[in-house]
């Protein structure tokens, strides 16, 4: 199993092979019930180039006095909680642990007032490990988990049911991920090969047909987000080594970065396209972002917990504008947080 670096680390592999950061692998609860054999879906035919957003209409501010903050752990395990998804109801998924000896990835969902009477627990059943990286606003989720022997797969629960997958394209290598889901039952996320490199997919949940996601001059890419219209955000590895994220809208690719990064991976989006994730400045640190209007008049925000020490990771956002992370503090801890207008 994968451990990260520090608590800092998101738990996402994809990170660890475009060679961002290590991330750590959790796992997830899998499916009572066979799932149906896997089919693979022609790929889409992919345009020649991607746009990138308008920087001469670009617009960056600070969230100093557009958000507040909410801290939210669960005490099961107060040093290490990573919130990863939001829907419109306010519930939340996440995971605590930090995948340590004796800190296993545990997965959970939780509702208002996020009290510690307010965590369900959400294990992949039979796994070592679980993270729940996403719902929907039916309540079903999604994720990944790992087995005994260090195996990686993808997860959703439907309707209380849980189904495992794997990508067949997969071949010889160990890393299939679920990062997104919406209420139609498509779920995004991306496999890794043999050779390390990354690979962004999208699932049918109704008929397991998988859709090969191709960003045109990007590498080891991953899919990490989608929203109810089916348009789709991520991340991947370009040409000149920097890790930039893209938007997939009807059929179209669009590319963007966080002014002056060469590290910017996107997370979450929702139903007006507004998108959430992080990127790391020309010191390291590392910032949420939220980036909304990203093909008209795009403008970015700055996104950082008051209770961070540098790090601040911003993972999901619903209509309402609510975003959900995690950030570390000054005693080392990564904890979760809730951020309002």
């Known amino acids: 199993m994968f451990q990260p670096h520090s608590k800092a680390t998101r738990s996402v592999v994809a990170a660890a092979a475009i060679g961002l950061f290590t991330p750590m692998i959790a ?22 180039s991607m746009q990138s957003v308008d920087r001469s209409a670009l617009s960056l501010d600070s969230d100093a006095t557009t958000y507040t903050y909410t ?35 545990q997965g959970y969902t939780v509702v208002p007032p996020y009290a510690q009477g307010s965590f369900k627990s959400e294990n992949y059943p039979g796994s070592v490990q679980t993270q729940v990286t996403a719902l929907n606003n039916k309540h079903d989720t999604a994720g990944f988990w790992i087995d005994g022997s260090g195996v990686n797969r993808g997860f959703i629960e439907w309707n209380g049911v849980f189904t495992s997958y794997r990508n067949p394209k997969t071949g010889t290598g160990t890393v299939n991920q679920i990062l997104g889901l919406n ?11 043999g050779s390390g490199v990354n690979h962004a997919y999208s699932v ?11 960003p045109p001059g990007l590498t080891s890419s991953t899919a990490s987000g989608i929203n109810d219209n089916g348009d789709i955000t991520g991340f991947g590895l370009a040409g ?55 093909l008209t008049n795009a403008h970015f925000l700055k996104l ?5 020490v540098g ?7 619903n209509n309402f504008g609510q975003i959900v992370g995690f950030y570390v503090d000054a005693a080392g801890n990564t904890d979760g947080f809730l951020a309002k207008h």
Do not use: W
């Open 27 to 48: 796992a997830c609860s899998g499916g009572s019930g066979g799932s149906a054999v896997p089919m693979v879906a022609a790929a889409p035919n992919a345009p020649a």
């Open 71 to 105: 801290t939210i752990i669960n005490n099961a395990d107060p040093t290490f909680n990573q919130l990863l998804g939001l829907n419109n109801t306010g519930t939340i998924a996440g995971y605590f642990g930090s995948g340590a000896a004796g800190h296993p990835n």
């Open 183 to 193: 209420d139609a039952g498509i779920a995004v996320g991306f496999y890794t090969d």
């Open 204 to 214: 049918n949940q109704a008929t397991s047909v998988y859709t090969a996601i191709k």
């Open 240 to 294: 000149n080594g920097a890790t930039v994220s893209f938007l997939l809208k009807a059929g179209k690719f669009s590319e963007f970065t966080f002014p002056g990064s060469t590290n910017t991976q996107a997370f979450g989006i929702n139903l007006a396209d507004a998108i959430v994730g992080f990127y790391v400045d020309g010191s390291g640190g590392s910032h949420g972002f939220r980036l909304t209007t990203p």
């Open 304 to 308: 950082d917990d008051p209770s961070g």
């Open 311 to 317: 790090n601040t990771f911003a993972n999901g956002i």
